[in-house]
């Protein structure tokens, strides 16, 4: 019979949480440095920008492997690069693009592999790598010591095909993209009404727009 917990066991269970600052805590709170992340956000939203700032930022609290699925390293990929200046987090970042699901496997059993892995996007990883909702999960539960960042398409405003959708409901950090604004949807949220801003001249040219 599998264990069931007491009240008291689950009160005196402790986390390792991201020490980051106001900037990021304010709109994600303190999430478990093993919390699983789901984000997603249209074409042109803001969504790549956010993804490669959260990963300059983790970098701060280890290694983190960007599964460039979507994009590649293309002319934008290395531009993007380039403005948010990763050159700084130079020997704690690492972008691989094709790399099947068995192959990422392997590297992350290697002593040192990543602690933060972030797969862009699902729904090409499930097309051209092997991945599903099911092994996607199975990643999270073999190594539950590291933290899986999902980033997904939308198509009406709803995360592309129903692995993706089942995918968003168990991962603990559901973060959208919306007109260069990043909003925590939960489990663990920040201050009320506050969101991480992506790009303040997008947004501003965006306000002034509407």
């Known amino acids: ?46 969504k790549s920008s956010f993804v490669m700032q959260l990963a300059k930022e983790l970098c701060k609290y280890g290694p983190v492997l960007y599964l460039s699925y979507e994009e590649g390293v293309n002319q934008s990929f290395q531009r993007r690069m380039d403005y948010l200046g990763m050159d700084e987090v130079q020997g704690r970042f690492r972008v691989v693009t094709d790399d099947s699901y068995d192959e990422l496997v392997e590297r992350l059993r290697k002593p040192k592999s990543p602690k933060f892995v972030i797969v862009d996007s699902f729904q090409v990883a499930v097309d051209d790598a092997g991945f599903s909702y099911e092994k996607a999960v199975e990643l999270m539960k073999r190594f539950p010591k590291k933290c899986f960042i999902y980033i997904s398409q939308e198509d009406k405003s709803q995360p592309t095909g129903k692995p993706a959708r089942r ?44």
């Open 1 to 46: 019979m599998k264990r069931a917990y007491s009240p008291k066991e689950i009160a005196a269970k402790k986390w390792v949480t991201l020490p980051w600052g106001e900037k990021w805590s304010k709109p994600f709170g303190e999430p478990a440095d093993n919390a699983s992340w789901f984000i997603s956000g249209a074409s042109a939203s803001g």
């Open 167 to 210: 995918l968003r409901y168990i991962c603990d950090m559901k973060v959208r993209v919306m007109g260069y604004k990043a909003y925590c949807m939960g489990r663990a949220i920040g201050e009320a009404g506050t969101y991480y801003v992506v790009w303040k001249e997008g947004l501003i040219q965006t306000s002034n727009n509407l």
